[in-house]
């Protein structure tokens, strides 16, 4: 048997969703069935909702073996990554938003490089004494975001449960305009104006098509866009707006118009821009925030990059 009392990382879960972050290396069917015949008390009353939401301050205690009770989360050791945590453009109590650049990935993937932007959060919270593995059951800090590892741009972390469930239902109703900065091969005609598509992603080849109607699969896409200058090189600095959250969406969508991404040999072709695609997020707007939660200071807030880097060209945002 173990007890553990809940913290306000913990507050607002429902049963079983804590208990398969406490206790990940049981199977979901086995946590249900364990919750249906009332294996937890909380606060000395035996349970059998799955959906129970569990509060601050709630005594938790699993009648389980041993076997069941392995080292729980907040045990276990994060193997922090020695890198600084550079490109810190806003910081609270509650969030972290860094300017991540192009070529470091966001979480492990495949390579399993422990050189991550998550795990060079962890070490930056850790270090800085707000964030202990071993005081939590459940929650460790976690991206809202992401970005794919050859584009730059403002990454959202969350340090804490309430500001993580919060930013996620910021994002989902689109409630944070996400504007980016790219360079195109082509200046696009018109030299402002809003794409519409339905972009089909195939999962073996990575990669996205863009579709005028509907087709089976295709989920609707919509970017706003407006050029701002066309360089001495030939390519033009663009800036990019998301209605919608695809794969790959301004690539796709440019592409389309017959603007593509310098540097994009998925969507466009080769050019000599090394590097990967010229494409940049750089500015988060909060002014369509409607409530927000713990997070409603950040209404009307607009947080940048200053400078953003494309193919080797520094562009200031100011004034963008």
Not at 15 to 33: E, M, T
Not at 63 to 79: F, H, I, N, Q
Not at 83 to 89: K, R, S
């Amino acid at each position: 048997m173990r007890e553990i009392t809940l913290n306000a990382n913990d507050a607002g879960k429902r049963l079983d969703r804590f208990l398969a972050n406490y206790l990940p290396h049981l199977p979901p069917s086995l946590v249900a069935k364990l919750i249906r015949k009332k294996y937890f008390r909380v606060n000395g009353v035996r349970v059998h909702d799955a959906a129970l939401r569990l509060e601050a301050g709630d005594v938790l205690a699993m009648y389980l073996s041993d076997e069941l009770l392995k080292p729980a989360t907040g045990t276990e050791v994060y193997r922090f990554h020695d890198g600084a945590l550079e490109g810190i453009v806003y910081e609270d109590e509650n969030l972290l938003i860094v300017d991540k650049k192009p070529g470091l990935v966001v979480h492990e993937d495949e390579s399993q490089s422990p050189d991550t932007l998550i795990a060079r959060i962890l070490a930056y919270l850790n270090q800085k004494g707000e964030w202990d593995p071993a005081d939590e059951h459940s929650f460790a800090p976690a991206l809202c975001n992401r970005i794919d590892r050859n584009t730059g741009g403002l990454v959202i972390a969350a340090k804490n449960a309430a500001a993580l469930r919060d930013m996620n239902a910021i994002i989902k109703n689109r409630e944070v305009k996400k504007s980016y900065l790219c360079l195109v091969t082509r200046a696009p005609k018109p030299p402002a104006g809003r794409i519409e598509s339905y972009l089909l992603k195939d999962e073996a080849k990575k990669l996205v098509t863009s579709h005028k109607t509907p087709v089976r699969g295709a989920k609707y896409a919509a970017t706003t866009y407006r050029t701002i200058k066309t360089l001495a090189n030939g390519l033009t600095l663009v800036e990019c707006g998301l209605e919608t959250g695809r794969t790959h969406q301004i690539r796709v969508q440019m592409a389309s118009i017959g603007s593509p991404l310098a540097g994009d040999t998925k969507y466009g072709k080769s050019d000599g821009v090394s590097g990967g695609q010229a494409l940049y997020a750089y500015r988060l707007d909060f002014s369509l925030l409607k409530n927000g939660g713990s997070l409603s200071y950040l209404k009307d807030r607009v947080i940048a990059a200053p400078t953003v880097t494309l193919a080797g060209i520094s562009v200031d945002t100011a004034g963008l």
